[in-house]
């Protein structure tokens, strides 16, 4: 049986709070928006740090979003920011995506975004989103895909990074190439209504490769993922160096370029 609640392989380093604090529902759940309507109840599986949260709350004023997070402590960096946008109809809570604290039928949508790669059991996931879900709700869902990831110029440290942490997230008891098997997980879930689609993020300009590259320079040898590769014995300190230059040399390239694809499914219940 698969473990139900992975070991979450990032962390909390500010080098991942770089990159989560980014988010927002325009540049991570545009596939979602449309379907917004103002008095909707949302639950925000995954919340982390709440930027995305505060922006969906803000998308439903007459409704409520509801954010949980596995890590208690992140939950009061979100509500530092949801009451620094002054969102009255937000609130937080830590909740374990396979085993909800919430009745059935309680939401209008129920989201996730990078959630689902992190999770011991992904249609188990998927079926207490579908679970706590009204009739006629959405069940969405948004993942990064790591092997379909790529980016010019060529660098052979930055192969060795892929291949490292996708050993690493796996061995933690993810799915790092979840994007692609959402539609898949959703269907094993019992979800029969489900329309996929694929996102990306891409950094090209000067600021873009500065702050991809250094966030990520910094998140592999400082960051919980640093430290798991190692006690896995993954790679050593020297590897991890030497996979941070890389990221580094890579971010000074002006002709640099890196893309993430995403898997998206909006699945009505």
């Known amino acids: 049986m698969p473990k139900e609640t992975a070991v979450y392989t990032h962390g909390h380093h500010e080098s991942v709070l770089r990159s989560h604090t980014w988010r927002t529902a325009a540049n991570s ?3 979602l928006v449309g379907s917004l309507k103002p008095h909707m109840k949302v639950l925000d599986i995954g919340c982390g740090p709440g930027t995305i949260t505060a922006d969906l709350a803000a998308l439903v004023p007459q409704g409520r979003v509801t954010g949980v997070d596995h890590a208690p402590d992140i939950l009061g960096t979100a509500r530092a920011t949801a009451a620094e946008r002054g969102l009255d109809n937000v609130d937080f809570a830590v909740a374990d995506v396979h085993d909800l ?23 188990r996931a998927l079926s207490e989103m579908r679970r706590v879900c009204k009739p006629g709700g959405i069940i969405a869902a948004r993942d990064a895909d790591y092997a379909a990831m790529t980016w010019y110029p060529k660098a052979p440290a930055l192969d060795d990074w892929l291949d490292l942490y996708r050993r690493v997230a796996r061995a933690n008891g993810g799915e790092p190439d979840a994007g692609r098997r959402l539609k898949s997980w959703a269907m094993e879930a019992g979800l029969t209504d489900v329309t996929a689609s694929a996102g990306t993020w891409c950094y090209s300009s000067d600021e873009e490769r500065a702050w991809w590259s250094g966030l990520w320079a910094d998140r592999t040898v400082a960051s919980s993922y640093a430290e798991r590769a190692v006690s896995g014995g993954h790679a050593d300190v020297e590897q991890l160096r030497a996979v941070a230059a890389a990221w580094r040399e890579w971010g000074g390239a002006q002709d640099g370029w890196f893309v993430v694809l995403h898997g998206e499914i909006l699945c009505r219940k």
Do not use: N, R
Request: aromatic share 12%.
């Open 29 to 31: 759940a545009a596939y």
């Open 101 to 123: 604290d919430f009745p059935d039928d309680t939401f209008c949508v129920v989201h996730a975004h990078q959630v689902l790669q992190h999770v011991g059991d992904p249609v």
